[in-house]
């Protein structure tokens, strides 16, 4: 509550005013994010920072609600959208937690090709950290919305869905994210599909977002 994105002008210190101030639905999704993160944290990668995940994560699941705020979503599916921003790159932490030397070496392919990460791992696992956090959230029944958002967000034209939706926002603010913060991405970070968003109409709506996205991160 007291990080820039509120940019409230004074520091809150109460545990009780910072929920009134985020509302229990912003809670309720750190909640569950910290959670999954902390079942796969214990990794000792050199070149894989938890820390810097958790803050893309934050950043994404920001820009992604307000995506959606934008577009005028109900606030079930900003909600949505939130979580799965939260939660779009845990795939991450669990190859780097369960098989680390793989992961190592999609991290030095991805860097030293210069490729996207996922492209790397699809390389080297034959899947990608997408998949797999889709995979596993689908199995501890996360609503469809979510896990689709979560295995698509690099190539959302491989979804069924045809209209602006969590994967849209989730999609979006990813990019975004990297592109307005100082994060590091392992290799290069992905593109926007640009014909995807022509296909729902959205194409021209890019400058906008990015507009206030630069605000919030």
Do not use: C
């Not at 991405?185 to 630069?214: K, M, V």
Request: net charge negative; hydrophobic share 45%; proline share 4%.
């Amino acid at each position: 509550v007291n990080s820039a994105v509120l940019g409230l002008a004074r520091k809150i210190s109460s545990p009780f005013e910072a929920v009134q101030y985020l509302g229990f639905s912003t809670v309720r999704s750190l909640v569950l994010s910290s959670h999954i993160f902390s079942r796969f944290e214990q990794t000792q990668l050199k070149d894989f920072s938890v820390q810097q995940l958790w803050n893309h994560a934050m950043g994404t699941a920001t820009v992604a609600g307000m995506i959606m705020r934008m577009e005028r979503a109900q606030m079930a599916e900003a909600e949505e959208a939130y979580v799965a921003g939260m939660l779009h790159d845990v795939g991450q932490l669990m190859l780097a937690n369960s098989l680390p030397d793989q992961f190592q070496k999609a991290i030095t392919l991805a860097t030293e090709h210069g490729v996207p990460l996922h492209e790397a791992e699809l390389q080297v696992y034959g899947a990608t950290h997408a998949a797999a956090a889709a995979y596993l959230l689908g199995l501890w029944g996360l609503p469809a919305s979510i896990v689709e958002a979560i295995a698509f967000h690099h190539h959302p034209a491989k979804s069924d869905l045809r209209a602006f939706s969590p994967l849209t926002a989730v999609h979006a603010a990813n990019i975004l994210d990297h592109e307005f913060s100082t994060k590091r991405s392992y290799g290069r970070p992905s593109d926007f599909d640009a014909e995807y968003l022509a296909s729902i109409g959205l194409q021209n709506r890019l400058p906008a977002w990015r507009t206030e996205a630069s605000r919030l991160i």
